[in-house]
C-alpha cells in the first residue's frame, strides 16, 4: 500500500504534523485555478491505461479510502500522454469533501470550491512511493471534481468500503472496484501545475492535473460521504487543505473546450434554436435589404 507515504489521513492535519516546507514552501498545493491567466497549450490526450480493471478499495480507519495494489498481472492501470514524460502507476486514491456544497474541494477555480475532489496518486515507473518523494516530477495526481447530479456515478461498492469501518475502529473492508467509474467523458481537457502533496511532509515537485469537466454522484451519496462514515463527523468534515499562493508558478489549460461540447442537449436546443432565428432574421434582413436598394 501506497498510503503510508503518499495516502493521507485527518492526522496529516493536525498543527504537530505540518513541517517548515509546508509553511515556507513557493510550490505548494491546493492552488486557485483561474481561468484568465492560464497558458492554453495543446497537448496530446491524457491517456488512462486499465482504468477499467477491477482492484479492491480498502477503507482505513480515519475514513479515506486507499486503493490496493492487487490487480490481475498486466492490468495495473497506468497514465500516459497529456504531456507527462513515461508512465505513471496509479498508487492510490483518495477523497476531500466539505460540509457542504460551497466547500470540500482543495483545489478551486475561480474561488469557488466544488463539493468533493478526488485524487488519484501515480508515481513514475522505476520508482516506488519512497524514492519517489526524493525525485521531483515522478508523482502525478490527477484529481477530479465531483458536482451533484439527479442521476450522479453510483457508489454502491465505495459505500460498503465505508460502511465496515468508523473514525475509532482499526479494521479495514475491501470491495472490488473499477476505477474509472469515477472519470469524467471528457479527459482531454486539464489543468497542470507543479505543486505539492497536500498534505505533511508536502513534498514539491509533484506533477498536478486538474480534469476540467466534473464526475457527478447525487445528493444522496453526498449525504453519505458527509454523515454516514462516521458519528464523530467534524473531524471527516474537514479534510481538505486551503488555496495557498501561486508565487507566480504558470497554470496550463489543456485544450480550451468549445463552450457547446461542455453542454447537454437540453442546454444547446435553446442556443441553437436563437442561432437558426438569427440567422434567418439576419438573411431575410439582408434579402430586404438589396430588394429595396438600401445597400446601393
Known sequence: MAGKVVGETLQSYHPHSINALCINGKRQSPIDL?????????WPPLHFHHYDAPGYITSHKYGQPELAQNFRNGERPYITGGGLMGKYYLQQFHFHWGEDDSSGSEHTVARLHYPVEIHFVHILEGYNATTALENPETIAVVAVFLQPATKGQPLTDLEKAFDSTNIRSTQSGSVEYIPQGFLPRDTSTFFRYEGS?????????VIWTILAEPSYISEQQLDFLRSHISAERQ?????????????????????????IKSMNFEEIAPLVAFLIITLITTAIFVQYAYEMEIFT
Open 235 to 259: 473531524e471527516l468534515l474537514h479534510s481538505w487543505r486551503e488555496v495557498q499562493p501561486l508565487h507566480n508558478r504558470p497554470i496550463y489549460l489543456n485544450k480550451l473546450k468549445v463552450l
Open 34 to 42: 483561474d481561468i484568465g491567466k492560464a497558458i492554453v497549450m495543446r
Open 197 to 205: 502533496l497536500t498534505t505533511p511532509p508536502c513534498t514539491e515537485g
